[in-house]
Every structure is written in structure tokens, then in C-alpha cells.
């Protein structure tokens, strides 16, 4: 069962035994104002400085991909260097061009 059904179950059980409709989805949305609150609060994120480090976690972890982004493509380019350096040399090897220079 989720949240919304529950309170939408508890909402009619309540309705059906005398409170108003409006009453009842008011006491809904104070209870939720007030556990959402609570969350923020749990979380340290209730003071006013809150917006501006949600940001700077957003940006910071934009950051960090962007980085982890950036350091696979190297990778994979510095790999690839190297593989066709290798095969370079092989070929260089096989068809006797070290043979040459001496």
C-alpha cells in the first residue's frame, strides 16, 4: 500500500466518521508541511544556507563526472597510442627496418 492510499483510506475512514472533508485534507497537508520539516532538519537542511549547498553538491558532483569523464577518454587515447606504437614496432621488426640503420 503506498502513502497516498493510506491517506486517502485514513482520509475516508475519517470523512465517514463526522469531519469534513476540508478539515481533514488541511490536517493532511500541516502533518506533511510538518514531516517535511522534520526530514529537512534531520538532514541539516533546514537553515538558510541550504539552497546554496544543494548547489554547490550539485556543481561538485557535475564535477566530479565531468572529471571521471575526462580521465576514461585519456585513457582510452593514451591505450590506443600505445598499442599502435607496439605495432609500430612490430612491423618496424618484421620487416627488418632495425636491420637497416646498423
Known sequence: MTDASMVAR??????GQGADLVTLRALV???????TGRALEALGLRDSNARRDMDELRELLQAWRDA???????IVTWAIRIMLAVLVIGMSIRLGLFEMLR
Open 68 to 74: 571521471k569523464k575526462t580521465a576514461w577518454k585519456e
Open 10 to 15: 485514513l482520509t475516508a475512514q475519517a470523512q
Open 29 to 35: 497537508e500541516e502533518a506533511s508541511e510538518l514531516g
